[in-house]
């Protein structure tokens, strides 16, 4: 599931391969663009902002994508075959001398002027493996509605931007708490510990293939994608219900037994069923 983390090593992956050089191809598959070519232009760098992506090319431009829950960037050498799925699912292919690099099932793809990527970023919180972090404004940011649930205030970009439904389950375990427990009832040290728990967990994980929570080897995360098997800790079956504002529901886990606040039961719909783990 792309998260902060997943993004980070895209726009590692795709920086390595195409900063630097002269586009030799540029396919832009989506309607609105469709004549649009970058060909001859270099690609000067490839960057993260929370869960988009940003790749800035010669003359002022910016290709924005965004992965949501399928989308992907692979990188091939030349002459290497690609495999990032059917033809009829690649949204963008830009290639250089020695690389090239597809954008499959990209629910996102707009080019910008560089000096308009406000327009595509300019509403995120601090990103917490950007160097625009700020522990102190994030906090600042997910008290701005206390009554809000914890789990729906660390999926808003707005508040700090990075953090997906892995990672906000896991970090509900790790505190203690429920993601239905309202941000302004979270113990002030709980608070405190947030936005640095949030960053090492990234950053922990921005450099590895397989998301790791747990420090075990034999058991990657805690509780996501665990129900109802028992919880690492305490033993208790992990319950797994939607959580969401209303515009999309999000799968949740959490263990009943380690974590204290509000939370659906059993009997509501949608509860308490198993989820594939990503």
Not at 150 to 160: K, Y
Not at 170 to 193: D, N
Request: aromatic share 6%; net charge positive.
């Amino acid at each position: 599931m792309p998260e902060g983390d997943t993004v980070y090593r895209a726009a590692k992956r795709l920086h390595g391969a195409l900063a630097g050089k002269v586009l030799t191809r540029s396919d832009l598959r989506v309607p609105r663009y469709a004549t649009a070519d970058l060909t001859g232009r270099t690609v000067l760098d490839v960057t993260a902002r929370g869960k988009h992506l940003l790749t800035r090319v010669e003359g002022g431009l910016t290709l924005h994508s965004h992965l949501r829950m399928d989308g992907a960037w692979k990188v091939f050498a030349a002459g290497q075959r690609w495999n990032g799925g059917p033809a009829h699912q690649i949204r963008v292919i830009l290639g250089v001398a020695d690389r090239t690099a597809v954008g499959y099932r990209l629910p996102v793809l707009e080019l910008l002027r560089t000096a308009d990527e406000h327009r595509a970023v300019g509403h995120l919180g601090p990103d917490l493996l950007g160097p625009d972090w700020d522990p102190g404004l994030a906090r600042e940011n997910l008290l701005g509605d206390p009554a809000r649930p914890l789990g729906e205030a660390l999926l808003d970009q707005r508040n700090l931007a990075g953090i997906g439904n892995v990672y906000k389950s896991e970090l509900c375990f790790l505190l203690r708490v429920t993601p239905w427990l309202p941000i302004g009832e979270l113990p002030a040290e709980h608070l405190g510990q947030l936005p640095v728990l949030a960053r090492r967990l990234l950053e922990a994980n921005r450099d590895r293939a397989t998301r790791n929570t747990t420090g075990r080897r034999e058991q990657n995360l805690f509780v996501y994608g665990r129900a109802p098997r028992p919880c690492l800790h305490c033993g208790t079956p992990v319950r797994a219900a939607d959580q969401g504002d209303g515009s999309r529901e999000r799968p949740t886990y959490w263990c009943p037994g380690c974590q204290w606040g509000p939370a659906p039961s059993p009997e509501t719909p949608g509860s308490g069923l198993p989820r594939r783990a990503s």
